[in-house]
């Protein structure tokens, strides 16, 4: 790591590897080169006699050598990076320099390589993301029937359990996973097309045979690992294609955000926590804290993914006719940050799932406050059916509750309801059923069912095809 210049903590802080190593320089060139020896193999096959097999060899033999001096000084001198790896190449495999390249234009390895490396970026977001879901399924599993307060408004509701809840934030990150499979399974090759996307080149290639032109692009395409290639392009592929890659992961920003979000309020309450490490600082001063700082990170770095579609939106816009270069530079810097933030946000998010720390005392203690005036209703209804007037009952709770709430909000101390109705001679006949119309499980309604169905029914499916991938999963390990 180099100390005296601005390195992105996306990848020096952050990010994994794998993500890291997908938009490396050595996976772009690497995968250049591979490129280019497919574009030869299928020149050779349909015909083309100067590429001979000692070629083929020779850059078979190179694909991951690669001289970024030599690279780079080249680039210098002739301002083109592709034509630079163009010549780089060719010092490796001199038997192939005269035919490296041979009838492409740049997009050819730079749009082509693009896809590959997205597609190759999708397939590690989608292997995170079901990690994810399969943690926090068996979260909302463990927590199914444990009642805890709801919050309309951030306000006290109806009750919920703490396995329901999870269960609205699997949801959506089910969708997200939809998405991204979608986007990934939509990604096609830019294929073998020439400067403006007619194909002129390679018909001078093959003496203007049609056929093998169309046998090419076909070949080129299953070579480089897709199954079909856009059926027209321009110079580049469209730009509207980095749209659909951008939108799933922006998309999946803000069901990152909600859920953090969600977590860091829990905390707030003394509910739920993020894992706390036994040597873990929450403040240079307050020694006692236990800050939420890894569902901070989430909604921070959730903030910047959500915007980068903008990019792709605004850039798709202004292409003119066949291509313009504006897009160049915006892309190397939009498309890699979205997957990297998404491949970070994936990793804190399975640390977080995998340590996370419910109180189950902190929750009934909250029921109890707020409990007793969600009771009213039944605590009615129980008086009438031992043959209480509704109304004249109706009344009597009201005063009550009123003189309760007076002592929360004006003394500050606890709810004391349920002991003002047991002191009260008019409830008399329910004293002994109020227990039970208290008792916090029956206001959860089917929340422990819908938890089972719901895994059941969506994610169990979902997940099926990633079963093998389950079996192998790794703990998270943040690097800082």
């Known amino acids: 790591m ?9 990848t020096s802080r952050y990010a994994s590897k794998e993500m890291a190593f997908n938009f490396s320089e050595d996976k772009r060139y690497i995968t250049w080169r591979k490129l280019w020896l497919n574009l030869a193999k299928a020149e050779q096959r349909l015909g083309l006699t100067d590429i001979t097999n000692e070629a083929i060899s020779q850059m078979e033999a190179n694909l991951t050598h690669i001289d970024y001096e030599v690279a780079a000084a080249e680039e210098k001198k002739r301002r083109h990076d592709v034509m630079a790896h163009v010549h780089t190449f060719g010092l490796v495999a001199p038997k192939a320099a005269g035919i490296i390249h041979l009838g492409a234009t740049s997009c050819y390895v730079t749009d082509n390589g693009d896809l590959i490396i997205l597609r190759d970026a999708y397939d590690l977001v989608i292997k995170k993301l079901v990690h994810v879901i399969d943690i926090l399924t068996k979260f909302a599993q463990e927590y199914r029937a444990l009642p805890t307060l709801g919050f309309t408004h951030f306000q006290p509701a109806q009750l919920v ?128 804290k236990r ?65 996370m720390v419910v109180y189950p005392k902190v929750i009934e203690r909250r029921i109890n406050q707020e409990l007793p ?63 039970a119309l208290l008792d916090p499980s029956t206001f959860i309604g089917r929340a422990p069912e819908q938890v089972d169905s719901f895994v059941k029914k969506h994610v169990e499916p979902a997940l099926a095809p990633y079963a093998n991938e389950l079996k192998n999963k790794t703990k998270a390990e943040l690097s800082v």
Not at 191 to 205: I, N, P, R, W, Y
Not at 375 to 397: F, L, P, S
Request: hydrophobic share 40%.
């Open 373 to 435: 005036f969600m009771a009213t209703e039944n605590i009615i209804m129980a008086m009438v059916k031992k043959g209480g007037d509704r109304q004249e009952c109706h009344e009597e709770i009201r005063v009550l509750s009123h003189q309760a709430g007076h002592v929360v909000k004006m003394e500050g101390g606890e709810n004391d309801l349920i002991e003002r109705i047991k002191k009260t001679k008019y409830f008399e006949p329910i004293w002994a059923d109020l227990p």
């Open 2 to 10: 180099s100390h005296d210049k601005y390195q992105s903590p996306l």
């Open 161 to 288: 359990t703490v396995g329901k809840r999870a269960t609205l934030w699997i949801q959506e990150l089910l969708w997200d996973l939809r998405n991204f499979e979608r986007a990934r399974n939509d990604l096609k090759f830019r294929g073998v097309k020439g400067t403006t996307g007619t194909q002129a080149s390679f018909m001078a290639l093959f003496n203007g045979d049609h056929d093998k032109v169309e046998e090419l692009d076909q070949l080129v395409t299953e070579l480089s690992g897709f199954t079909e290639a856009y059926p027209v392009c321009g110079q580049t592929y469209s730009r509207k294609i980095d749209i659909d890659v951008l939108n799933p992961l922006s998309g999946f920003g803000a069901s990152a955000h909600k859920i953090a979000t969600d977590i860091r309020l829990l905390a707030n309450l003394k509910e739920v926590e993020e894992p706390f490490e036994k040597d873990q600082i929450g403040s240079s001063a307050m020694a006692y």
């Open 291 to 355: 800050n939420p700082m890894r569902c901070e990170r989430v909604c921070s770095l959730s903030r910047h993914l959500m915007v980068l579609v903008n990019d792709a939106l605004q850039t798709s816009a202004v292409q003119w006719f066949e291509r313009t270069l504006d897009d160049s530079a915006i892309r190397r810097i939009s498309l890699p940050e979205a997957f990297l933030t998404t491949d970070i946000l994936l990793t804190t998010m399975q640390n977080i799932f995998e340590g």
